[in-house]
């Protein structure tokens, strides 16, 4: 395990097409090892989400906190090639920072509701249907897997700000919000 450098904006991995890993390639030692260390700088980083392009490796795996209550704790679970489907047609629009687009937060929307479904790190198929939070989270990783950021997702520019204005201006009045980078 060891803790990965991760892409910023900029960087040609972020926008690039991660690809497919197979079953049998999930259990080697070298994908497993990879997965712990893309938790392990998650945590370093104190983030609630991180996909595999995000530390160089084009791959469709990200990790997710998905029991966060903004604080980073909790466990994290382990996603490999996910599959989105939207339930429903209500979206909601939240606050969303991104560890490769450092101290900057937007307002996103996203929809509120979906399962996904996707392998396990034993190559195992599951599915889950989320909400709110979570779901957020799970559809913000899911696009780092395709290239898109969540800069390309907001419906204007308007609400883009820094970390430390966000924390004078806007944190308070929608504490609700998350406040974590994905
Ligand atoms: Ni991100």
């Known amino acids: 395990m060891s803790i990965l450098k991760v892409a910023r904006m900029g960087h040609p991995v972020l926008r690039a097409k991660a690809r497919t890993v197979d079953k049998l390639e999930v259990k080697q030692p070298a994908v497993q090892e990879f997965i712990d260390s ?3 700088t998650m945590f370093e980083y104190s983030g609630v989400g991180l996909a595999a392009p995000q530390v160089h490796e084009s791959l469709r795996i990200f990790v997710a906190m998905l029991d966060a209550d903004g604080q980073g ?4 679970t382990v996603f490999i090639n996910p599959e989105i489907t939207v339930v429903g047609d209500l979206k909601v629009e939240g606050w969303e920072g991104c560890l490769s687009i450092p ?3 937007g307002r996103v929307p996203r929809a509120q509701h979906i399962r996904i479904s996707a392998l396990d790190r034993t190559a195992k198929r599951f599915e889950l ?4 939070f979570p779901a957020r989270v799970v559809q913000h990783e899911s696009d780092h897997l395709d290239g898109v950021l969540f800069f390309d997702r907001m419906k204007s ?4 700000t820094y970390l430390e204005e966000y924390s004078r201006y806007h944190a308070r009045r929608d504490k609700d919000d998350d406040e974590d980078d994905d």
């Open 157 to 160: 520019l308007e609400s883009l």
């Open 103 to 105: 101290d900057v937060r």
């Open 73 to 76: 704790e909790g466990d994290a």
């Open 38 to 40: 893309l938790i392990d």
């Open 129 to 132: 249907e989320l909400k709110d």
